[in-house]
Structures are given as structure tokens and as C-alpha cells.
């Protein structure tokens, strides 16, 4: 029997921003890596206005967390190379951590993390998702957020 993708992976957080999001940042939900082995997280973002400049730039950070929320100032990945110029629709990246890298920047974390996203002037559309992957104690789909509407494994 082939095991459903939606057994490996979970979406396990989520930043969905409006199209007027700028000069601002918005961050997921605290995320238990206790569970999984890995998380993928994916930032997608296009600028929405046409502006004189050339380019505006989102920017992902992946910080260990508590289970309350905060954060250390110190990310554990930072990716800011996300330029959107405004003639084009979208860009993407992807950052991986591993929940052996939680702990290591900033003493007595190690268990939680939080995804954030920052925009700079331009205003932007920003949509991260979160995927939790080798789930420790029982199917992935096990652990999806509240939110996941449905999840659909045939394909009729």
C-alpha cells in the first residue's frame, strides 16, 4: 500500500497577510517540533502596487520559540533574499530546519519554533505555509492545523 503524502506532511502554521501589508511583519503560530523531525517552511510574495522603485523585499526568519510565544532576537535561519520587482507576479522560497538546530542560538529553547515575515515599503502580499515532516508518534495528518478544511488522497 503507498502511504498518502498527507501521512508524511502536516501544515502545522500559516501566515496569510493582506495586499496591504507593509512596513510590518506577521509570524505563525508556535509550532511543537517535539513532533517532527523536520519542518519546510514556504514564503510566497509579490508585490501589489507599481511603484517608482524597483524592487521591495520580504524577508523570513525562522526563530526557536517558547510554548508561550517569544522569541530570542537571534533566527535561527534568515533568508532575505526575496526581491520582488514590481513587473512580476510572485517568488518563493523555501528554508528547512531541523529540530537538531533548535537550541543552539539562544539558551533555554529548543523545542518550539515561530515563522516570520517581514515586509519593507513596498506593500505586498505575503503567504507562508508550514510543513511538518517525520512525524514522531503516529501519521502526520494527525497533527494538521485546525484549519485544514479537507484533505483529499484519491483521485477519482
Known amino acids: 500500500m503507498v502511504e498518502a503524502l498527507s501521512e508524511k506532511l502536516a501544515l502545522v502554521g500559516y501566515v496569510s497577510t493582506s495586499s496591504g501589508f507593509a512596513a510590518a511583519s506577521k509570524q505563525t503560530a508556535t509550532i511543537d517540533m517535539d513532533i ?5 517552511i514556504i514564503l510566497q510574495g509579490h ?3 507599481t511603484l517608482s522603485t524597483t524592487h521591495g523585499g520580504l524577508t ?5 520559540a517558547a510554548v508561550s510565544g517569544t522569541t530570542p532576537t537571534t533566527a535561527i535561519i534568515t533568508m532575505t533574499g526575496l526581491q520582488l520587482p514590481t513587473t512580476t507576479r510572485g517568488y518563493q ?4 530546519v531541523r529540530s537538531e538546530q533548535l537550541g ?4 533555554g529553547y529548543g523545542r518550539y519554533i515561530r515563522a516570520r ?6 506593500k505586498a502580499i505575503a503567504n507562508v505555509v508550514v510543513l511538518g515532516d517525520t512525524s514522531r ?16 488522497t484519491d483521485s477519482d
Open 36 to 40: 517532527f523531525r523536520r519542518a519546510m
Open 47 to 49: 508585490v501589489t502596487t
Open 60 to 64: 523570513l526568519k525562522v526563530f526557536d
Open 93 to 96: 522560497c523555501i528554508a528547512e
Open 104 to 107: 543552539k542560538k539562544a539558551s
Open 117 to 122: 515575515v517581514k515586509n519593507g515599503t513596498l
Open 137 to 152: 508518534y503516529g501519521p502526520a495528518s494527525d497533527y494538521d492545523l485546525s484549519s485544514v478544511a479537507e484533505i483529499e
